[in-house]
């Protein structure tokens, strides 16, 4: 049924690369454990040991309050069509903002978002698989554009505000660092 690797198999990132979502899971050493779910053309394997991806503003910004605490990070992806799986990633991520020298080397790598929040690179210690069987088969329709369109239509400086206003802690109280003096 499930195996445990050291790093990502090609035929993983093969599987990562046609997924439409993946889920994010992390937690401080307190408060709330925070799992959020991903889309977008937001995701990249880099190598066998490290990935990365585009955090696009939110309503929240949990994983980055966490990370700051915490760098454990588990990200999850399940097929919902073709062969049952289930692929976890665990590591440790770091956390880059647009005044980041790796921020702006990773960028390049996504679609130009005006909403671009954060990158997270995520080294990965441990990959698993899991059957997958029990997860239904669910078709893909299309990409959402609301938050697109939204951060769009905000422009930069109105994001910006955003992130101040509602960005700069977690739900626990937990600073982002999305703001900084």
Known sequence: ??????????????????????FVGTAADSGNVNVSPKGTDSFRVIDQNKVVWLNLTGS?????????KNDRMTIMFCAFEGKPIILRLYGTAEIYHKRDTE???YIKLFPE?????????????????SCGFAVPFMDFKEERTTLNDWA??????????????RNT???DGFETNIVKD
């Open 113 to 129: 978002n005006i909403g671009s929040r954060q990158i997270i690179e995520m080294k990965v210690d441990l990959v698993q698989t």
């Open 1 to 22: 049924m499930g195996k445990k690797l050291d790093c990502i198999t090609p035929e993983l990132k093969d599987f990562i690369e046609k997924q439409k979502i993946f």
């Open 169 to 171: 802690a977690s739900i």
């Open 60 to 68: 929240g910004n949990e994983t980055a309050a966490h990370l700051l």
């Open 152 to 165: 769009t239509k905000q422009g930069e400086d109105k994001i910006e505000k955003y992130w101040e206003n």
């Open 103 to 105: 921020f702006h080397q």
